[in-house]
């Protein structure tokens, strides 16, 4: 009893706030690969955060000095100098704790690109600092006459930017008023002469020339790019503004490289991302051939279901449900879950009870269900089917999983139906989870209860 007081205690308090994130049962692999797709959207300060809670709240797992590295990235994509510091930090960070991986990867790579975008912003100081971990993660440390160079490469970098600059600037406004004039031009940068220009230039000369709309020419330049740029992030704009160039053979060309094994799985990974984007019937049925062809990398397929079920279109709701049930792989089975949920579907809450209450599924997959049905938008989800779950299943911590589920419903109905719980159930363990969630809301009637349950102990 005095477990329960002190628990009633700390809660009127305000002194037990848990994360609701604890609830969802979200994995490393969940985290890591959210941030990968806000990376892919160019949404870069979400996608930093959520490679950083990776990184930080599971520095042991395998994904931790990935997620350090693609922080880096997307941070350094903003281009705020603040930001580009952050970047130099967490690279840092990345040598310091796994120097191992850093030395494997493309963390100097990375390092040296920071740099001259520092370099460009007048930041001498923390472009000479990152240029000499560059050099440490290749396993060398910059001597003295090392960071000399670099104080003069810099003014060289700085001028060379500032050049690339005018001449984008200059490439855009032709292309405007006489495209005919540019396209050779944007072709010369990217086909012939690549090795004279900065890789950031060359992935705005892509934007540029997809700009210029379908033709030969501006699809020959974009496969050239994607064949054959010795930069991936150059290589991924390719294909993602191959997408958007309006090409009908686009669709071929970006299944092409979805399907070949022996490309970068990074960039197969965007053409999937691409065909989602283009939409139509075509597009959608080599997503699905992607995501139920089990010979498919694994986590390609997953980015399939993903994007199917957020892209919609007709019967994607019917395809990811005949998807769950007829493959074995937890994870493709937890990627249709949530897309189940985007799709909008009135059948989609029915869908996920049946496996809520299904004893052959993993615990796993029915707290994911349960949690997904009190989500989804545009669906107001009743107590009475929460609490006849509730009772139904045996097992504990999907029924934990109601109770967190009724936590977040809002309104009155919820509230009572914790008090009820914390009142009867037979199960002290979920009559005390009902009082932790009762403590977090505002609601007057919880105040109430949880005063009565303190006051009995007087």
């Given at each position: 009893?005095k477990?329960?007081?002190?628990?009633?205690?700390?809660?009127?308090?305000?002194?037990?706030?848990?994360?609701?994130?604890?609830?969802?049962?979200?994995?490393?692999?969940?985290?890591?690969?959210?941030?990968r797709?806000?990376?892919?959207?160019?949404?870069?300060?979400?996608?930093?955060?959520?490679?950083?809670?990776?990184a930080?709240?599971?520095?042991?797992?395998?994904?931790?000095?990935?997620?350090?590295?693609?922080?880096?990235?997307?941070?350094?994509?903003?281009?705020?100098?603040?930001?580009?510091?952050?970047?130099?930090?967490?690279?840092?960070?990345?040598?310091?704790?796994?120097?191992?991986?850093?030395?494997?990867?493309?963390?100097?790579?990375?390092a040296?690109?920071?740099?001259?975008?520092?370099?460009?912003?007048?930041?001498?100081?923390?472009?000479?600092?990152?240029?000499?971990?560059?050099?440490?993660?290749?396993?060398?440390?910059?001597?003295?006459?090392?960071?000399?160079?670099?104080?003069q490469?810099?003014?060289?970098?700085?001028?060379?930017?500032?050049?690339?600059?005018?001449?984008?600037?200059?490439?855009?406004?032709?292309?405007?008023?006489?495209?005919?004039?540019?396209?050779?031009?944007?072709?010369?940068?990217?086909v012939?002469?690549?090795?004279?220009?900065?890789?950031?230039?060359?992935?705005?000369?892509?934007?540029?020339?997809?700009?210029?709309g379908?033709?030969?020419?501006?699809?020959?330049?974009?496969?050239?790019?994607?064949r054959?740029d010795?930069?991936?992030?150059?290589?991924?704009?390719?294909?993602?503004?191959?997408?958007?160039?309006?090409?009908?053979?686009?669709?071929?060309?970006?299944?092409?490289?979805?399907?070949?094994?022996?490309?970068?799985?990074?960039?197969?990974?965007?053409?999937?991302?691409?065909?989602?984007?283009?939409?139509?019937?075509?597009?959608?049925?080599?997503?699905?051939?992607?995501?139920?062809?089990?010979?498919?990398?694994?986590?390609?397929?997953?980015?399939?279901?993903?994007?199917?079920?957020?892209?919609?279109?007709?019967?994607?709701?019917?395809?990811?449900v005949?998807?769950?049930?007829?493959?074995?792989?937890?994870?493709?089975?937890?990627?249709?879950?949530?897309?189940?949920?985007?799709?909008?579907?009135r059948?989609?809450?029915?869908?996920?009870?049946d496996?809520?209450?299904?004893?052959?599924?993993?615990?796993?997959?029915?707290?994911?269900?349960?949690?997904?049905?009190?989500?989804?938008?545009?669906?107001?989800?009743?107590?009475?089917?929460?609490?006849?779950?509730?009772e139904?299943?045996?097992?504990?911590?999907?029924?934990?999983?109601?109770?967190?589920?009724?936590?977040?419903?809002?309104?009155?109905?919820?509230?009572?139906?914790l008090?009820?719980i914390?009142?009867?159930?037979?199960?002290?363990?979920?009559?005390?989870?009902?009082?932790?969630?009762?403590?977090?809301?505002?609601d007057?009637?919880?105040?109430?209860?949880?005063?009565?349950l303190?006051?009995?102990?007087?």
């Amino acid at each position: 009893m005095k477990t329960l007081l002190t628990l009633l205690t700390l809660l009127m308090a305000g002194l037990l706030i848990a994360p609701a994130a604890a609830q969802l049962d979200v994995t490393v692999e969940d985290m890591y690969y959210d941030a990968r797709a806000q990376l892919r959207e160019g949404d870069y300060m979400a996608a930093a955060d959520g490679f950083g809670e990776v990184a930080e709240n599971h520095r042991d797992h395998d994904l931790a000095p990935k997620a350090l590295y693609w922080r880096a990235f997307a941070l350094s994509r903003d281009g705020e100098r603040r930001n580009l510091i952050e970047a130099k930090n967490t690279l840092e960070l990345l040598y310091d704790r796994y120097r191992a991986e850093a030395r494997r990867g493309d963390s100097a790579e990375l390092a040296i690109e920071i740099r001259g975008q520092l370099a460009a912003l007048g930041d001498a100081d923390a472009a000479r600092e990152i240029a000499e971990l560059a050099e440490a993660i290749r396993g060398r440390d910059a001597s003295p006459r090392d960071r000399e160079f670099e104080e003069q490469e810099r003014a060289t970098v700085e001028d060379d930017r500032m050049r690339e600059e005018t001449r984008l600037a200059a490439l855009n406004a032709l292309l405007q008023m006489s495209p005919d004039r540019a396209t050779p031009i944007l072709r010369k940068i990217l086909v012939e002469k690549p090795d004279e220009y900065s890789p950031e230039f060359r992935a705005r000369a892509v934007f540029l020339i997809s700009q210029n709309g379908s033709g030969d020419e501006t699809l020959d330049t974009l496969m050239h790019v994607i064949r054959n740029d010795e930069d991936q992030e150059v290589r991924a704009q390719g294909v993602f503004w191959l997408s958007q160039a309006g090409d009908p053979r686009a669709v071929d060309i970006l299944e092409g490289i979805a399907l070949d094994t022996g490309e970068d799985i990074e960039i197969r990974d965007k053409a999937i991302f691409a065909l989602s984007q283009i939409g139509g019937d075509r597009a959608a049925q080599i997503l699905r051939d992607i995501a139920v062809n089990e010979d498919n990398d694994l986590e390609l397929r997953a980015q399939s279901v993903f994007w199917i079920g957020q892209s919609g279109g007709s019967n994607a709701f019917d395809f990811l449900v005949d998807l769950y049930r007829n493959v074995d792989d937890v994870e493709i089975k937890d990627k249709a879950i949530f897309s189940i949920s985007q799709t909008g579907s009135r059948e989609a809450a029915a869908f996920f009870a049946d496996i809520v209450r299904d004893p052959s599924e993993s615990t796993e997959l029915r707290k994911q269900a349960f949690f997904w049905m009190g989500q989804m938008e545009g669906r107001s989800l009743d107590v009475d089917v929460v609490l006849q779950l509730f009772e139904e299943v045996d097992d504990e911590e999907v029924r934990q999983q109601a109770i967190f589920v009724l936590s977040q419903m809002g309104g009155g109905r919820g509230v009572d139906a914790l008090i009820e719980i914390a009142k009867s159930d037979a199960d002290p363990e979920l009559r005390e989870k009902a009082i932790f969630w009762l403590g977090q809301t505002d609601d007057e009637r919880a105040a109430d209860y949880l005063m009565e349950l303190i006051e009995e102990d007087f």
